[in-house]
C-alpha cells in the first residue's frame, strides 16, 4: 500500500527533537521527504536546554532509515533571510514542496503579565508568531510554484484557544497564529492550499517536563513529575496527564494529507478535551 | 499493514446510501465491522427520494465484498425502543461496539414563513432527537468495551447560519451542544465525542433536483454567499466525509474530544 504521503516534501521547523522529530519521522513513514530546520542554540530565559546538532543528526539518521531524504539545515525563524535560504536550498534539492509544518516555538519567563521582562515578551513574539510568518513567507512561493495545492499546518497551542496565567507572552503569540492561520486559509484557496491549525495540550517533550513547567501547573515552586501530572491530568477531561509527540503528528499526518483535502481554516485540538474543563 | 480500524465495530446510522454508506465501505476497508442502521423507507417531508431496503442491501453487499462483517438494520432513529434494540442486536451479533457514526438526517428547505411546525418537528425529532437516542443507546457499549469514539454528523449550519433553512440549522447547532455535553460526561470511559461539519456533499440531499433553493435564492440575493465554498469547488463527496470519520475513529485521534471538525472547503470561514 503506497503511503499517505508518497512523493511529497513537507518543510518541518524545529526538527531536532521533540514534536519537530516525531513529525519529521511521522511524515517519511507515510512516503514525505522531508526539509528540517532548527535554531540548534540555547534559548534565553527558557527553563529547558535548547536543541543541538546531535539532535537534529538524530532525527536526519531516523528519517534516513526509513529510506527517505531529508535536508536538514541550522535555522532560525527569527531571521528570515537565513530561513528562506534554508528551504530555497532545500526544495532545489528536494525538487518540490507540498507540505509545510510550522513547529518552532518556545516557552520562556513565566511571570505576571505586570512582570514580564521586555526582552522575554519580544523573543516569544519573534519565535512563536513572526518565526510562524517567517516559515510560511517563505514556503508559499514554492507551493504555489508546483501548482498542485498544498497544505501548511501551523503549530498553536491550547493557549491560542484560551488564556493561561503567567504566561501573557506564549498565550498572546499563540493567539496570533490563529489569526495567521484563518487568513492564510482565505488567501491561498485560490490555489488549492489548505492552511489549519493544531491546538495541542501539555506535550510529553522537553518543552514541557521542566520544573519550571511543574511549578506553573501546580502553583508552588519545586514540584515533582509527579505533581505536575496530577494537576495536568485536573485540566483534562480525558483520563490521562499529557499526549505524546505522535498524536500531534498524526493530527498533522491527516491534515497535510489528501485524506483533508477539502479541510481548510480549522483550529483543530488535539488535548483530550483539556478546553471542556 | 493492519488497517486503522482493524478488529473495531462501528455503528452507523443512515447507512443505507449517501454519506452513512460511503462511512460504512471507508472504515470497512480499514478493517472495522458495521452495524447498519437505516429507516429504509420514506423520510418525513424531505424534497428528494427516501432510501430504500435495497439501497441498505446494497450497502450490506458492498460492505461484504471487502471480507468484513456487517449486521443490517431497519430502524428509525426518532423511535427510540426500536433503535436500541436494533443497537443490542447488532452488538450481540458483532461482539462489542467501538466506533458510532451518528449520521442519519434529514434536510428540508423553506423559508421561515413556509417552515410549519410538522417540519420543524420532523428535524428536531430526526435530526437532533435522533442524534441523542443514537448517542444512549450506544454508550453503555462503548462503556464495556472500555472506550469508543462517536462522531455527530452537525453541518455548516452547525457552526454558521443558512438561509432557508431554519429547522435544520437549529437541530445542526444542537448536535454540537449534545457533543460538548457527551464529551465532558463520557470522558471518564475513555469515550471521545466529536462532530464533522460537511459543507454541500454530493449526496440525494446534497443535490435536489430541482434545487429548492433556487426560487429562494432568486427572492433574495443577497443571501446566496452563505452558501458559498471558499475552497474552489462546488461540492465535496462522500468519501472526504468519510476520511475525517476514520480519523476521528481511529487511535490515531486518541487524544481528541469535543472538536467540532469542519469538512467544508471553507465554508464557515466565508
Request: charged share 20%; hydrophobic share 45%; with cysteine.
Amino acid at each position: 500500500m503506497a503511503g499517505r504521503l508518497e512523493g511529497k516534501v513537507a518543510f518541518i521547523t524545529g526538527a531536532a527533537r521533540g514534536q519537530g522529530r516525531s513529525h519529521a519521522i511521522r511524515l517519511a513513514q507515510e512516503g514525505a521527504d522531508i526539509i528540517g530546520i532548527d535554531l540548534l542554540e540555547p534559548i534565553p530565559g527558557a527553563p529547558y536546554d535548547g536543541a543541538t546538532q546531535a539532535d537534529l543528526d538524530e532525527t536526519v539518521r531516523q528519517v534516513e532509515a526509513l529510506d527517505r531524504r531529508i535536508v536538514a539545515t541550522k535555522a532560525d525563524v527569527r531571521d528570515f533571510d537565513g530561513l528562506k535560504a534554508a528551504v530555497d536550498a532545500g526544495v532545489a534539492e528536494l525538487g518540490r514542496l507540498d507540505i509545510v509544518s510550522a513547529n518552532a516555538g518556545i516557552s520562556t519567563q513565566m511571570a505576571p503579565t505586570s512582570q514580564l521582562d521586555e526582552a522575554m515578551w519580544q523573543n516569544m513574539i519573534d519565535t512563536n508568531l513572526t518565526g510562524v510568518w517567517h516559515t510560511t513567507k517563505a514556503a508559499i512561493p514554492h507551493i504555489q510554484a508546483g501548482g498542485r495545492g498544498g497544505s501548511i499546518v501551523l503549530t498553536s497551542s491550547e493557549a491560542g484557544i484560551r488564556g493561561y496565567g503567567n504566561i501573557a507572552h506564549y498565550v498572546s503569540a499563540k493567539h496570533g497564529v490563529v489569526g495567521l492561520m484563518r487568513t492564510l486559509a482565505i488567501e491561498l484557496a485560490p490555489d488549492s492550499i489548505r492552511v489549519n491549525s493544531i491546538h495541542p495540550t501539555q506535550v510529553d517533550t522537553p518543552m514541557i517536563q521542566n520544573t519550571a513547567t511543574y511549578d506553573l501547573f501546580t502553583g508552588k515552586a519545586g514540584s515533582t513529575k509527579e505533581e505536575f501530572a496530577a494537576a495536568s491530568r485536573g485540566v483534562i477531561a480525558l483520563p490521562i496527564p499529557w499526549v505524546e509527540a505522535v498524536d500531534i503528528s498524526n493530527a498533522l499526518l491527516f491534515l497535510a494529507s489528501d485524506e483533508a483535502r477539502y479541510i481548510t481554516g480549522v483550529p483543530l485540538p488535539v488535548d483530550g478535551g483539556n478546553f471542556l474543563l | 499493514m493492519p488497517g486503522r480500524v482493524e478488529g473495531k465495530v462501528a455503528l452507523i446510522t443512515g447507512a443505507a446510501r449517501g454519506q452513512g454508506r460511503s462511512h460504512a465501505l471507508r472504515l470497512a476497508q480499514e478493517g472495522a465491522d458495521i452495524i447498519a442502521i437505516d429507516i429504509a423507507g420514506s423520510l418525513p417531508g424531505v424534497q428528494y427520494p427516501s432510501p430504500t431496503p435495497e439501497d441498505l442491501a446494497e450497502t450490506v453487499r458492498q460492505v461484504e465484498a471487502l471480507d468484513r462483517r456487517i449486521v443490517a438494520k431497519q430502524a428509525d432513529v426518532r423511535d427510540r425502543a426500536a433503535l436500541k434494540a436494533a443497537v443490542d442486536e447488532g452488538v450481540a451479533e458483532l461482539g462489542h461496539l467501538d466506533i458510532v457514526s451518528a449520521n442519519a438526517g434529514i434536510c428540508i428547505i423553506a423559508d421561515w414563513r413556509d417552515t410549519t411546525e410538522q417540519i420543524f418537528d420532523d428535524t428536531i425529532a430526526t435530526n437532533l432527537k435522533g442524534v441523542w437516542n443514537t448517542i444512549t443507546a450506544t454508550a453503555p457499549h462503548l462503556i464495556e468495551a472500555g472506550g469508543g469514539s462517536m462522531i455527530l454528523t452537525s453541518s455548516v449550519a452547525g457552526i454558521k447560519g443558512l438561509p432557508f433553512l431554519s429547522a435544520y440549522v437549529t437541530a445542526k447547532h444542537g448536535v454540537v451542544g449534545l457533543m460538548r455535553a457527551f464529551a465532558t460526561e463520557l470522558a471518564e470511559h475513555h469515550i471521545r465525542v466529536n462532530t464533522i461539519h460537511p459543507t454541500g456533499v454530493d449526496t440525494p440531499m446534497g443535490q435536489m433536483d430541482p434545487n429548492p433553493f433556487g426560487p429562494l435564492l432568486a427572492a433574495h440575493p443577497q443571501l446566496g454567499g452563505m452558501l458559498a465554498n471558499l475552497y474552489p469547488i462546488d461540492v465535496t463527496q462522500p468519501v472526504d466525509q468519510s476520511n475525517a470519520v476514520l480519523f476521528l475513529a481511529s487511535d490515531e485521534a486518541r487524544f481528541i474530544t469535543s472538536t467540532e471538525l469542519t469538512v467544508d472547503a471553507g465554508a464557515t470561514q466565508y
